[in-house]
């Protein structure tokens, strides 16, 4: 084999190909609910993923120590882009998260997914082990993911928010802290509660409502989740077919190309389609986290970690919300749901990935302290 080029052999393949198994699945879904044309929404889906897939390799090539030097770097500019957000973002939807450059708009929150990660893996790399529970150590790492999560909170995404915090929480948990903080922190929650309900949005308010109680206002609040369970429940189990879909068709189901993409699927393909789904998706988590499993290095192993735990939050927390089991938080079906900002975000975070594979791949590791050896 040694006559195959070497990026090429150090390409994930297996991983590759279920990317694009899951882009060409949500490629036909969006074919779908714009009534059997490619446009607007699987033309424009398609050609943001051959973009995004060129900077994906292009990310694919930056060493692993290089994305330890930019992290706190990648994390100050993210964090003003989250506060030039809140003086002069863009509202859209009842809300402020976008920064309109006139050809783009920027979504940071999005960017801050990713670099909360990159830093805590780094803080917690130079941090000698014996001080990693130490209270006054801890003030940074929680200040490092509880501003930015503060600041999304403000726009107000409550989802995203819920995804830096708990990306977070998983990082500083497998760096080694203490179980006993967490609970302190788990108590110190609870009592909270009635705190922060009292400082949600109106409509916030009403989604938890609504998940307690759906059918309580089935044509008001609740009517997202109620269509969404029965475009899924309907599908059965082979689905009614492609294109025969009736609850997206018949304009039943709100946001049927966004974040409930999912229930458009199944309602087509059932629950066959929607086991596609979920194994695809479960193999791109399970390549992320084994490449931290097998890590070298603290910050190879909680980067890694930490952006397949974010991966898995963005699916479970889709699934569970269209299916009932959670509060419609406008998380999307990242790589299926139309948009590019998830979709931005999940092909950067695997170039990040595909470097830490490459690495492995060929022999090269970061060391302890921090400098490249082979």
Same mark, same amino acid.
């Given at each position: 084999?040694?006559?195959?080029?070497?990026?090429?052999?150090?390409?994930?393949?297996?991983?590759?190909?279920?990317?694009?198994?899951?882009?060409?699945?949500?490629?036909?879904?969006?074919?779908?609910?714009?009534?059997?044309?490619?446009?607007?929404?699987?033309?424009?889906?398609?050609? &943001?993923?051959?973009?995004?897939?060129?900077?994906?390799?292009?990310?694919? &090539?930056?060493?692993?120590?290089?994305?330890? /030097?930019?992290?706190?770097?990648?994390?100050?500019?993210?964090?003003?882009?989250?506060?030039?957000?809140?003086?002069?973002?863009?509202?859209?939807?009842?809300?402020? &998260?976008?920064?309109?450059?006139?050809?783009?708009?920027?979504?940071?929150?999005?960017?801050?997914?990713?670099?909360?990660?990159?830093? =805590?893996?780094?803080?917690?790399?130079?941090?000698?082990?014996?001080?990693?529970?130490?209270?006054?150590?801890?003030?940074?790492?929680?200040? *490092?993911?509880?501003?930015?999560?503060?600041?999304?909170?403000?726009?107000?995404?409550? %989802?995203?928010?819920?995804?830096?915090?708990?990306?977070?929480?998983?990082?500083?948990? =497998?760096?080694?802290?203490?179980?006993?903080?967490?609970?302190?922190?788990?108590?110190?929650? =609870?009592?909270?509660?009635?705190?922060?309900?009292?400082?949600?949005?109106?409509?916030? $308010?009403?989604?938890? =409502?609504?998940?307690?109680?759906?059918?309580?206002?089935?044509?008001?609040?609740?009517?997202h989740i109620t269509q969404s369970k029965i475009a899924i429940g309907s599908?059965?189990?082979?689905? $009614?077919?492609?294109?025969? %879909?009736?609850?997206?068709?018949?304009?039943?189901?709100?946001?049927?190309?966004? /974040? #409930?993409?999912?229930?458009?699927?199944?309602?087509?393909?059932?629950?066959?389609?929607?086991?596609?789904?979920?194994?695809?998706?479960?193999?791109?988590?399970?390549?992320?986290? &084994?490449?931290?499993?097998?890590?070298?290095?603290? #910050?190879?192993?909680?980067?890694?970690?930490?952006?397949?735990?974010?991966?898995?939050?963005?699916?479970?927390?889709?699934?569970?919300?269209?299916?009932?089991?959670?509060?419609?938080?406008?998380?999307?079906?990242?790589?299926?749901?139309? %948009?590019?900002?998830?979709?931005?975000?999940?092909?950067?975070? *695997?170039?990040?990935?595909?470097?830490?594979?490459?690495?492995?791949?060929?022999?090269?590791?970061?060391?302890?302290?921090?400098?490249?050896?082979?």
């Amino acid at each position: 084999m040694s006559f195959i080029p070497t990026a090429i052999r150090t390409l994930p393949l297996g991983m590759l190909a279920t990317l694009i198994a899951i882009v060409m699945f949500g490629l036909a879904t969006l074919y779908s609910a714009a009534g059997g044309s490619i446009s607007p929404w699987a033309s424009n889906q398609g050609l &943001r993923f051959v973009l995004l897939s060129g900077l994906m390799f292009a990310l694919s &090539r930056i060493s692993v120590a290089r994305w330890m /030097d930019i992290a706190y770097p990648l994390y100050g500019v993210t964090l003003v882009l989250l506060l030039i957000v809140e003086l002069f973002g863009k509202i859209g939807m009842g809300a402020q &998260r976008w920064i309109d450059l006139g050809f783009i708009r920027l979504q940071p929150s999005e960017f801050m997914k990713i670099a909360v990660v990159l830093s =805590l893996a780094k803080f917690f790399h130079r941090l000698p082990a014996i001080y990693v529970s130490t209270p006054s150590v801890l003030v940074a790492p929680i200040a *490092l993911f509880a501003v930015p999560a503060a600041l999304v909170m403000l726009q107000p995404d409550l %989802g995203t928010a819920m995804m830096i915090s708990m990306a977070s929480v998983l990082v500083i948990f =497998l760096a080694g802290v203490g179980l006993r903080w967490f609970l302190t922190a788990g108590a110190a929650l =609870l009592a909270a509660l009635p705190v922060a309900w009292s400082m949600l949005h109106d409509y916030q $308010k009403n989604r938890v =409502l609504v998940f307690m109680d759906p059918e309580g206002d089935p044509l008001g609040t609740g009517y997202h989740i109620t269509q969404s369970k029965i475009a899924i429940g309907s599908g059965g189990l082979f689905g $009614k077919g492609f294109l025969d %879909g009736t609850q997206s068709h018949l304009a039943y189901l709100p946001e049927a190309h966004t /974040d #409930f993409i999912f229930a458009t699927m199944a309602e087509e393909w059932g629950v066959m389609g929607g086991l596609f789904v979920v194994l695809t998706y479960g193999y791109l988590i399970r390549w992320g986290w &084994r490449l931290g499993v097998a890590g070298d290095t603290i #910050f190879t192993r909680l980067t890694a970690c930490g952006l397949a735990f974010t991966i898995f939050l963005y699916v479970s927390i889709n699934l569970a919300m269209v299916m009932g089991l959670a509060p419609v938080v406008g998380i999307p079906l990242p790589l299926m749901s139309y %948009g590019g900002s998830a979709m931005m975000t999940v092909l950067i975070l *695997l170039g990040i990935l595909m470097a830490i594979h490459r690495e492995n791949v060929g022999g090269s590791r970061l060391n302890s302290t921090g400098s490249f050896a082979v």
